[in-house]
T-cell receptor, first 112, second 114 residues
Framework: GENVEQHPSTLSVQEGDSAVIKCTYS??????FPWYKQELGKGPQLIID?????GEKKDQRIAVTLNKTAKHFSLHITETQPEDSAVYFC???????????FGTGTSLTVIP | DAGVIQSPRHEVTEMGQEVTLRCKPI?????LFWYRQTMMRGLELLIY????????DSGMPEDRFSAKMPNASFSTLKIQPSEPRDSAVYFC????????????FGSGTRLTVV
C-alpha cells in the first residue's frame, strides 16, 4: 500500500517568515494530494489540494508543489502569522473520495 | 450545512464498559470514514463505508471494535469491552466521490478509558 512520509515533525518560525513542509509518497498511482490543518481540539480541515496533472497551486499565502517524478510534494506558507500555528498533515490518494494515506503531521509554531 | 457531527465530544468510561461513538455525515456524501488519532500512531484509518456498506475494516484493531452504518445519515463505532489503550481521539469524516474536495472531518470524540 501507499506510504506517506512527512518532514519535519516540528517547525518553529518567526512571524513573517516562510514555512515549508515536505512529504514523499511511494505509490506512483497516487493522483490526489490534500493538505489538512488541525488546530488544538478540532478536527483536521482541508486547506489546499493538488492533483497529479498540476505542478503547483496557490491560494493566497499558501502554495503546494508536486514533483511526480520524485514522488514528493510540499506545502509553502509565506508571511506566516500566529494563527498559522497548528499541526499540518499531508495525504495521498489514488481516487478522490476513497481512502487517504496520511503523513505523521508537522507541528508548526509561529513565534510573534 | 452543519458539517460532520460527532457525539459525544468527550467520553470518560471505566475499563470493561461499552462505549458508543456516533457520527452524522454531510448530507449527500456517500463515503464515511472512522479514524483514530494518538500521539504515538497519528491518524489511523479504522474502517470506511461506501453507500452504507463497509468496504475496508482492516484497520479495526480487534474484535472489540465494531462499526455500523444503518442509513446514509448515521454511523456508530462501538468498543466493547473498552480498555485503557483505546484512549484516543476518534474522528469521523465523510466525502463525496465527485466532490474533489477530500474529506470533511468532524470535531472528534475524545475517549478516555480509566
Amino acid at each position: 500500500g501507499e506510504n506517506v512520509e512527512q518532514h519535519p515533525s516540528t517547525l518553529s518560525v518567526q512571524e513573517g517568515d516562510s514555512a515549508v513542509i515536505k512529504c514523499t509518497y511511494s505509490d506512483s498511482a497516487s493522483n490526489y494530494f490534500p493538505w489538512y490543518k488541525q488546530e488544538l481540539g478540532k478536527g483536521p480541515q482541508l486547506i489546499i489540494d493538488i492533483r497529479s496533472n498540476v505542478g503547483e497551486k496557490k491560494d493566497q499565502r499558501i502554495a503546494v508543489t508536486l514533483n511526480k517524478t520524485a514522488k514528493h510534494f510540499s506545502l509553502h506558507i509565506t508571511e506566516t502569522q500566529p494563527e498559522d500555528s497548528a499541526v499540518y498533515f499531508c495525504a495521498a490518494s489514488t481516487n478522490t473520495g476513497n481512502q487517504f494515506y496520511f503523513g505523521t503531521g508537522t507541528s508548526l509554531t509561529v513565534i510573534p | 450545512d452543519a458539517g460532520v457531527i460527532q457525539s459525544p465530544r468527550h467520553e470518560v468510561t471505566e475499563m470493561g464498559q461499552e462505549v458508543t461513538l456516533r457520527c452524522k455525515p454531510i448530507s449527500g456524501h456517500d463515503y464515511l470514514f472512522w479514524y483514530r488519532q494518538t500521539m504515538m500512531r497519528g491518524l489511523e484509518l479504522l474502517i470506511y463505508f461506501n453507500n452504507n456498506v463497509p468496504i475496508d475494516d482492516s484497520g479495526m484493531p480487534e474484535d472489540r471494535f465494531s462499526a455500523k452504518m444503518p442509513n446514509a445519515s448515521f454511523s456508530t463505532l462501538k468498543i466493547q469491552p473498552s480498555e485503557p489503550r483505546d484512549s484516543a481521539v476518534y474522528f469521523c469524516a465523510s466525502s463525496s466521490r465527485g466532490s474533489f474536495h477530500g474529506y470533511t472531518f468532524g470535531s472528534g470524540t475524545r475517549l478516555t478509558v480509566v
